[in-house]
């Protein structure tokens, strides 16, 4: 039976992801929701953290903080994405296990796939191969919050899950020019062309790659769905040691086909033209949902439906982003 006055502690609200979490836990319900921002606390500092823990009575967990960015940002700070997630992830979990919190829920990302897993991307593909170089340590950091929770299963009888996201996009994202993933990027380009009556707009690489894109909040209403499923029926559809879920839509497109749905959806009239001379990056991400779809959900918002949604917000935001 639900409870909705659970004491839950969304870490990481103000975020795109952590955000769509607190939406839908708030519309269906729940009244007792603990958020803190960065300067309330510090989830680097082991000492703040089990304090906060300690102090707060939290009942359950879902970390939605980490240090994200592009590839110009993960190339460019190496250090700070490694060090700040796994400290995040050791703290904060390690500080639910001593308050005696039972159930937590770690957010990943897709990236810990091997650069060539075959696709779609199964969970069984997790350190069967080497990594992308460019987002390497922090793939590693989320990697090592997977075998955390996985650890304090085993030790400790803890019902720590995880879920790995494909690349996600809506509301909150981050529309940053230079080191935003490419939807927010692709939309702020189209706009700011269609602002500027620009006649084109250039694509990087051939338009042939494939990806999956999955809106936030669908993300969040996959996150919540599996957090309320009993533990054994979870066990039984992961790892002996409740290892990790992919959450996607189980669907891709080429680049190519969201540059003209992009176009569409921000009602530029010109001409999007492909830079075959820049890289196209991995031919297809795709991941492998029959889980996560055995266990009674699937995605419900489709691509077109999803970047009119977000666009709807960016032009409600345009002017105070950077």
């Known amino acids: 039976m639900t409870d909705l006055n659970a004491r839950i502690f969304v870490a990481g609200h103000?975020?795109?992801?952590?955000?769509?979490?607190?939406?839908?836990?708030e519309a269906l319900g729940y009244t007792n929701i603990v958020t803190k921002t960065r300067s309330e606390l510090d989830l680097t500092n082991q000492q703040q953290v089990q304090s906060f823990f300690q102090d707060e009575k939290i009942e359950q967990v879902y970390l939605a903080a980490a240090k994200v960015g592009g590839i110009h940002a993960n190339n460019t700070y190496p250090a700070e994405f490694i060090y700040e997630n796994l400290m995040i992830e050791c703290n904060v979990i390690h500080a639910a296990h001593l308050a005696g919190i039972q159930k937590l829920l770690f957010l990943g990302s897709s990236c810990i796939y091997p650069k060539h897993a075959e696709q779609p991307m199964k969970e069984e593909a997790l350190l069967t191969g080497t990594l992308e170089p460019t987002n390497e340590p922090y793939a590693i950091a989320k990697i090592a919050g997977i075998k955390l929770c996985e650890s304090y299963n085993r030790q400790y009888g803890r019902d720590y899950r995880s879920v790995m996201p494909t690349n996600l996009y809506g509301p909150n994202d981050n529309f940053h020019p230079e080191n935003s993933h490419v939807i927010p990027a692709m939309m702020r380009r189209f706009h700011e062309a269609k602002l500027n009556d620009s006649n084109e707009v250039t694509v990087w690489g051939t338009g042939k790659p494939m990806r999956e894109f999955l809106h936030v909040d669908d993300m969040a209403s996959?996150?919540?769905?599996?957090?309320?499923?009993?533990?054994?029926?979870?066990?039984?559809?992961?790892?002996?040691?409740?290892?990790?879920?992919?959450?996607?839509?189980?669907?891709?497109c080429t680049i190519e086909e969201l540059a003209k749905l992009m176009a569409e959806t921000v009602g530029f009239d010109g001409s999007v033209v492909l830079d075959s001379s820049k890289p196209d990056g991995a031919a297809?991400?795709?991941?492998?949902?029959?889980?996560?779809?055995?266990?009674?959900?699937?995605?419900?918002?489709?691509?077109?439906?999803?970047?009119?949604?977000?666009?709807?917000?960016?032009?409600?935001h345009y002017n105070g982003l950077r």
């Open 222 to 252: 996959a996150s919540v769905h599996l957090m309320k499923i009993d533990c054994q029926l979870y066990q039984n559809y992961t790892h002996p040691m409740l290892s990790h879920i992919n959450i996607g839509t189980g669907e891709d």
């Open 14 to 25: 103000r975020g795109m992801v952590g955000s769509a979490i607190v939406r839908r836990l």
């Open 284 to 316: 297809r991400k795709l991941l492998e949902v029959s889980r996560l779809n055995r266990l009674g959900w699937k995605a419900e918002i489709e691509l077109v439906d999803g970047l009119k949604d977000t666009y709807t917000w960016f032009k409600d």
